[in-house]
């Protein structure tokens, strides 16, 4: 039914998840209703990935804990709180059961966020200019000893700044998967499903995943960074920040990253097939336009789009016979 897993959820949790954001959306049809039951009814996994989500909902700061008592029972929640615990969940798992994952709690405490659809840029005090993507969320450091930024989730687009006396300290950008320090550059990084990509537009990186050696990044590199694995440099996506634009820039690009782009941009569950994840789009589309692109995706690609409800889409490849 959910073709697009957290990685490290089990199966009923990243659904349980899912089901809640449905139920919460205020949307929910009978059909939806009795879709839910026969679900939570059909494993004993089920049963216990809901009330994982209950205890998350009950313990969680800012969800309204009334979901604890029964999804069905009562008014339609917040379709930003169901949105958040869906996050917290594909990003902490049943951690979050024994307690609260560090990760994910400064996540959603960080210093500097953006929601859905949402792309902001800020000035720093030694005039450093960081651009966030949507649902991005980073914590910063600026003082005389250390210029740190801490990426939590997102993709982040930074142009250094060379203000004195701050700019004379260390510029470092720390991920879930090694450090990263710029030497007088403009640079991206982006963290999204537990994967750390970094892109070079100008002047150098010294890029270190933890457990491995340290290596020079020059304009127009990028690589990813994996703990315990020496990088493997490669040539930048000249659009990998079309997002400043609101714009993706596609050339035979999987349908799955496609959407996956496209999700940040528009509330809800937005997910595919196995079969559609393959078909190849290209072209330039605007992320603000997420309504249209999908009604023009089966004028494309042989897929339908389902609209299980408002929040809840996913694309399905046309069977052979179709």
Same mark, same amino acid.
């Given at each position: 039914?959910?073709?697009?897993?957290?990685?490290l959820?089990?199966?009923?949790?990243?659904e349980?998840?899912e089901?809640y954001?449905?139920?919460s959306?205020?949307?929910?049809?009978?059909?939806?209703?009795?879709?839910?039951?026969?679900w939570?009814?059909?494993?004993?996994?089920?049963a216990?990935?809901?009330?994982?989500?209950?205890e998350?909902?009950?313990?969680?700061q800012g969800?309204?804990?009334a979901?604890?008592?029964?999804?069905?029972?009562?008014? @339609?929640?917040? &379709?930003?709180? %169901?949105?958040?615990?869906? =996050?917290?969940?594909? *990003?902490s798992?049943?951690? $979050? #059961?024994? !307690?609260?994952?560090?990760? @994910?709690?400064? &996540?959603?405490? %960080?210093?500097?966020?953006? =929601?859905?659809?949402? *792309?902001?840029s800020?000035? $720093? #005090?030694? !005039?450093t200019?960081?651009?966030?993507?949507? &649902?991005?969320?980073v914590?910063?450091l600026?003082?005389?000893?250390q210029?740190?930024?801490?990426?939590?989730?997102?993709?982040?687009?930074?142009?250094?700044?060379h203000d004195?006396?701050?700019?004379?300290?260390?510029?470092?950008?720390e991920?879930?998967?090694?450090?990263?320090r710029?030497?007088g550059?403009?640079?991206?990084?982006?963290?999204?499903?537990?994967?750390?990509?970094?892109?070079?537009?100008?002047?150098a990186?010294e890029?270190?995943?933890?457990?491995?050696?340290?290596?020079?990044?020059?304009?127009?590199?990028?690589?990813?960074?994996?703990?315990?694995?020496?990088?493997?440099?490669?040539?930048?996506?000249p659009?990998?920040?079309?997002?400043?634009q609101?714009?993706?820039?596609?050339?035979?690009?999987?349908?799955?990253?496609y959407?996956?782009?496209?999700?940040?941009?528009?509330?809800?569950i937005?997910?595919?097939?196995?079969t559609?994840?393959?078909?190849?789009?290209?072209?330039?589309f605007k992320?603000?336009?997420?309504?249209r692109?999908?009604?023009?995706?089966?004028?494309?690609?042989?897929?339908?789009v389902?609209?299980?409800?408002?929040?809840?889409?996913?694309?399905?490849?046309?069977?052979?016979d179709?």
């Open positions: 039914m959910f073709d697009t897993p957290c990685p959820t089990a199966p009923s949790q990243q349980a998840a089901w954001a449905v139920l959306s205020g949307e929910v049809s009978d059909g939806e209703k009795s879709e839910w039951q026969a939570l009814d059909a494993a004993p996994e089920h216990k990935a809901w009330a994982l989500v209950e998350v909902v009950s313990r969680f969800l309204p804990p979901l604890a008592q029964t999804a069905l029972d009562t008014p @339609a929640l917040d &379709r930003r709180a %169901a949105l958040k615990l869906l =996050g917290v969940l594909c *990003v798992g049943g951690a $979050l #059961a024994a !307690g609260m994952n560090s990760s @994910a709690w400064n &996540r959603e405490f %960080a210093d500097l966020t953006t =929601g859905t659809g949402e *792309v902001r800020w000035s $720093l #005090a030694d !005039g200019r960081l651009s966030l993507n949507a &649902r991005s969320a914590d910063v600026i003082e005389p000893r210029r740190l930024i801490r990426l939590y989730q997102g993709e982040i687009l930074i142009q250094t700044g004195l006396p701050l700019a004379q300290s260390p510029f470092r950008v991920t879930g998967h090694g450090l990263i710029a030497l550059t403009r640079f991206m990084v982006s963290a999204r499903d537990h994967d750390v990509e970094v892109s070079l537009d100008e002047g990186l890029v270190q995943p933890f457990g491995a050696a340290v290596q020079r990044l020059h304009a127009g590199d990028a690589t990813r960074l994996e703990r315990n694995k020496t990088s493997l440099i490669h040539p930048r996506n659009h990998a920040a079309a997002w400043e609101g714009l993706i820039f596609a050339d035979g690009m999987p349908l799955s990253l959407l996956k782009q496209l999700a940040q941009y528009r509330p809800g937005l997910s595919c097939d196995s559609a994840a393959t078909l190849q789009v290209s072209g330039v992320l603000a336009e997420s309504n692109l999908l009604a023009r995706l089966p004028e494309i690609l042989p897929v339908k389902r609209y299980f409800s408002r929040y809840w889409v996913r694309v399905e490849a046309l069977s052979a179709v």
